[in-house]
């Protein structure tokens, strides 16, 4: 499955997405995508060991998720999420109403990052939920200070097919 993909998937373009995102950074629900004329997605020059960071970094967040350790999953989010939401029991609290997929995930699979102009490597997952909703979870990532990954939001898109 490709980023092209997803971007062939419904009716409004990449651009509009991002600014959707930028406007409501918690989650874009049932929204599908276009590629626009203008390509505003590129695969991102990561190193392999940052694209290895990122990829951990989610997967760990996603393992707290499981494990409801609010603790460590806010710890993975960026500092502006965290000023956001204040406490990680607040964090997890919104995670379980507007993120059921991500929150209890039976199936991750991770697919392409992408450099999104003005917004920086996004992490494309696709999550099946034990409840059977499938989505896409698009992760915004932020380089800390120190060199480390944390995860900047998480937009979800509706996936209503699955090809492999």
Known sequence: MTWNRIFEHGSIGIRALVLGALICPFLIHGVGWAASSGDAAAPTALSVSDREAI??????QLDAFQRDDAS?????????IQQTFHSAERFLFMV???????????LVEFWEIR?????????SVYVEGQDGESVIALYPMERQPDGSWRINGCHLVHWDERQI
């Open 96 to 106: 379980k109403r507007g993120y059921q997929a991500v929150y209890r995930h039976a």
């Open 115 to 123: 450099d999104i102009e003005n917004l920086g490597p996004v992490q």
């Open 55 to 60: 990829r951990a970094v989610i997967k760990e």
């Open 72 to 80: 460590t999953a806010f710890a993975l989010a960026a500092p502006s």
